[in-house]
């Protein structure tokens, strides 16, 4: 069942169309990792998707609802953790989480106290005072202790420290093993490569790649290093052959993954020695999607959330 | 070893002036058009000295003493006049100038994390709260200025080159000395909201303090930085000493600033922040308990001075009881109405100042919607199960009753003051009626700033101008016969003076229905738009 579905959406500042024909589906159950660039439309999509924005044109539902006329019903079963947590400076942390619990109309005391435990957070200090990491601690801990069906995570861990970072990983897996569904935007690629079943990368406001992981890699290239008895010949004139490099411990270069047997015909004529392959991390397909074609800025001046 | 710490003063200097180049032009050009309007308007409105005479004989009470300060009414010149109904209440707009323009760059950025940056860069640890003195002394140096020459170039016989410069100069050194007292309160508050409030604060204190004194002690008057404007004495005494004052005092917050600012980390304020709660309280509930977590300290604070404002315009009905009393000749002159007291009929006209007061306190309270979707706080509830008319019909809710209490503080605060210190009191209901029949314009007001927050968020510091304008046409339509439009273009003209007039209440009524229509399109407009910085 879909619970997120963006039908052509287009946003306009003005005259600057931030996002131009998205398109997005988050089903029952699934994790999505939304990347893109600084200044790509991320946030403009998700606080469309919050009804904080107005769509300019397109369709966005979530629950089989209008995401700007039904927001307070949708919101009811969603949760949302913004990248730039702002606080109120005079209210405690404990406030605020009680705050947005109840906003949202469930609440959770066991779990919440849980939580401020698991993320060690002092509840009784002012926001004021808090580092970024902690602000964003409120947010997710606020996020976590209600019961949500969708949840909407901007950037929720660009302030956290590596071991807060394996803690909201659990939380995330958590919530997949209930069944819940999740849109997680992201820069730390390798969070993404963890948690997420599918992906979808947005770049100057349009999508330009969805699909599991699995798929997005049959479109990338596998690293090589191999070591041959014989030197290998006509490698770089071999079809899906990129950046050759003669390196001490032997040869080391791309394959595009459909070519990928060809080329290893072709090399083993050589007598293998020893051979080691990489997958292709997302950052490889990131990259090759920033690198390829034009290397003009983003748009906009880049802003932020 | 102090200069190191003011590296890139000057550099930054030219930036902060770059930024708020027009906001500064703008308050420039404010200040000295009312300047020069009114001794030009006096001009063509009193065409001799018998009739400048005259208005010299109605200003003679303490009531006016109490809002303008002491004149020189014997010798009362156009230049005289001026000095005696504009000086004071021209420098009061000053002292907020500068307290807006210096809380801005010294607490109001260090909030937002910009003062941050600049100490990063090789730019000297005073240099940027220097900065900002820096552009508001020059500020203060040319409003005196141009104010002081511009008067001069009227024309006008009895406003000599002298006199001019030395009322230019009341106003820009009123600017300065409120601009150390902003910049030493960004030390002590965490907040540049807390930093306004408490240097407002102070200039009202210190224009209520001139008035209690002005009337019962006048050499009291001179512990008060706004008692030392009337004291100039521009056009007759020239008195260049209040001048000297306001120097060396602007002089020693500046100081004062600099230490304080040197001996406490960045973003902190001089009070540790105590733990507090670990749970919400029953009343944090939702929506509308957060907004009045968020103002309540506020609006404590003002309805503490709305009323002692009151209280202190009360106290002064007893001096002019005494002094109505002791003036048989002016008794035949002013035309009693009948069945009221002289004493009385002064008092629509501090009603109509006091309700105009009392309304700053709900706008603010409603333009805090907007400050708040500023920071991107809003966020955090329209993402969750909050209807934005629910986020703004509680924002008004809250600004209504404000209306309303702060008009009753200030009402109740003049009755028990007047009723303490008069011989036979005043009747409360009548008060408290009188000053209820304000509370239909107030709400106009805050009609208009719901509006421009649902319908043109960007223009809300707009209802600022419009609350003004009404203060000046209120203010001067009395003393300067402007036509009846002037004051019917602000909701306050329409309502009837009573108790010198007969309660009229169709004009209410119908600020009534033009305060729900602004409101109600606001509301509206709130449901149809982005919510965005
Ligand atoms: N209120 C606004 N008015 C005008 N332009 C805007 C507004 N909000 C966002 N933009 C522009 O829209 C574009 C998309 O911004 P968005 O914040 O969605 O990017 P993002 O993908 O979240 O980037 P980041 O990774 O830096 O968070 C940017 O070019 C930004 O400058
Ligand atoms: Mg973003």
């Not at chain 1, 919440?112 to 435990?117: A, H, S």
């Not at chain 1, 909201?168 to 079943?197: R, T, Y």
């Not at chain 2, 009221?340 to 603010?364: C, D, K, R």
């Not at chain 2, 649902?454 to 300067?480: C, D, E, I, Q, R």
Request: glycine share 10%; with cysteine.
């Amino acid at each position: 069942m879909s619970m997120l579905k963006v039908t052509n959406l287009t946003k306009k500042f003005g005259d600057f169309k931030a996002l131009d024909g998205v398109n997005l589906e988050v089903n029952e159950g699934e994790i999505m990792g939304f990347i893109g660039p600084n200044g790509a439309g991320k946030s403009t999509t998700i606080k469309v998707l919050l009804g904080i924005l107005k769509a300019t044109d397109g369709e966005v539902q979530i629950f089989g609802k209008d995401a700007w006329d039904d927001a307070v019903e949708i919101h009811k079963r969603v949760a949302y953790v913004p990248g730039d947590v702002n606080l109120w400076p005079n209210l405690t942390g404990g406030e605020v989480i009680d705050l947005f619990v109840k906003l949202r109309g469930t609440n959770h005391k066991s779990r919440r106290d849980e939580l401020i435990e698991k993320f060690s957070l002092d509840p009784k200090k002012k926001c004021r005072t808090y580092s970024k990491g902690n602000r964003q601690k409120v947010a997710l801990i606020a996020a976590f202790s209600s019961d949500a069906d969708l949840y909407i995570l901007d950037e929720p861990t660009s302030g956290l420290d590596p071991l807060m970072e394996n803690i909201f990983q659990e939380c995330v897996k958590d919530l997949k093993k209930q069944g819940k569904s999740v849109l997680l935007s992201s820069h730390i690629l390798s969070e993404v490569e963890k948690l997420c079943d599918k992906v979808a990368i947005i770049r100057k406001g349009t999508i330009i790649e969805t699909g599991t992981l699995a798929e997005l890699r049959h479109l990338t290239r596998t690293q090589l290093l191999i070591e041959t008895k014989k030197p290998v010949k006509n490698l770089a004139e071999l079809k899906g052959v990129h950046d050759v490099e003669v390196k001490e411990q032997g040869l080391s270069f791309q394959v595009d993954t459909e070519e990928l047997d060809n080329v290893l015909r072709h090399v083993s004529q050589f007598g293998v020695l020893k051979l080691e392959s990489a997958p292709p991390t997302l950052e490889d397909l990131f990259m090759r999607h920033y690198e390829s074609g034009d290397n003009e800025a983003t748009p906009g001046a880049g802003g932020g959330n | 070893m102090a200069l190191k710490h003011l590296t890139k003063t000057g550099q930054l200097s030219r930036f902060i002036l770059r930024l708020d180049r027009v906001k500064v032009s703008l308050w420039l050009i404010g200040i000295t058009f009312f300047t020069l309007i009114v001794p030009a308007a006096f001009e063509g409105l009193y065409e001799n000295q018998q009739e400048r005479d005259a208005m010299a004989e109605t200003m003679a009470n303490p009531a006016m003493t109490a809002m303008v300060g002491p004149g020189n009414l014997e010798n009362y010149t156009t230049g005289a006049m001026t000095t005696h109904q504009m000086l004071l209440m021209t420098a009061l707009v000053a002292g907020l100038m500068s307290i807006l323009l210096v809380s801005r760059h010294t607490r109001g950025d260090e909030e937002d994390g910009r003062i941050e940056l600049i100490r990063s860069l090789p730019a000297g640890r005073l240099s940027y709260l220097n900065a900002a003195l820096v552009v508001i002394t020059g500020t203060s140096v040319v409003l005196a200025l141009i104010n002081g020459f511009g008067l001069y170039a009227l024309g006008i016989e009895t406003m000599d080159l002298a006199g001019s410069l030395l009322y230019g100069a009341g106003l820009g050194g009123t600017a300065l000395v409120f601009a150390g007292v902003a910049a030493v309160f960004a030390q002590l508050s965490e907040s540049s909201r807390g930093t306004i409030g408490l240097s407002i604060g102070v200039l009202l204190f210190s224009y209520l303090f001139r008035a209690v004194t002005d009337i019962s002690n006048e050499s009291l008057s001179w512990l008060s930085p706004l008692g030392w404007v009337t004291k100039t004495e521009a056009y007759t005494n020239n008195n260049w000493g209040p001048i000297f004052l306001m120097v060396v005092a602007a002089a020693i917050l500046f100081i004062l600033a600099n230490y304080l600012q040197s001996i406490r980390d960045l973003e902190s304020g001089f009070l540790p922040s105590k733990p507090g709660r670990s749970t919400a309280s029953s009343f944090l509930q939702g929506p509308l308990g957060l907004a009045w977590r968020l103002q309540r300290t506020g609006a404590f604070f003002w309805a503490i001075g709305m009323f002692v404002l009151g209280a202190s315009y009360g106290s002064v009905m007893g001096d002019m009881e005494s002094f109505f009393e002791g003036n048989e000749m002016l008794q035949q002159m002013l035309q009693p109405v009948e069945g009221l007291t002289l004493t009385e009929q002064f008092i629509p006209m501090l009603l109509i100042v006091m309700s105009i007061m009392a309304t700053v306190p709900p706008v603010i309270a409603m333009n805090k919607l907007r400050g708040e979707e500023k920071k991107e706080r809003l966020d955090h509830l329209l993402g969750r199960a909050v209807s934005r008319t629910q986020l703004m019909g509680g924002y008004l809710l809250l600004a209504v009753l404000n209306a309303f209490i702060m008009i009753s503080l200030t009402a109740i605060g003049l009755w028990s003051a007047a009723d303490a210190v008069m011989e036979e009191g005043l009747s409360f209901s009548m008060i408290y009626g009188a000053a209820l029949a304000y509370l239909p314009a107030t709400l106009v007001m805050v009609g208009l700033a719901v509006f421009l927050a649902g319908v043109l968020p960007k223009l809300t510091p707009f209802v600022w101008a419009y609350v003004l304008y009404s203060f000046f046409v209120v203010y001067l339509g009395n003393l300067m016969q402007f036509p009846e439009w002037t004051a019917k273009i602000s909701p306050f003209g329409h309502v009837a003076q009573v108790p010198v007039e007969e309660a009229a209440f169709l004009p209410l009524f119908l600020l009534c229905v033009v305060a729900a229509a602004l409101m109600a399109l606001g509301l509206i407009g709130f449901r149809k738009r982005d919510i965005s910085a």
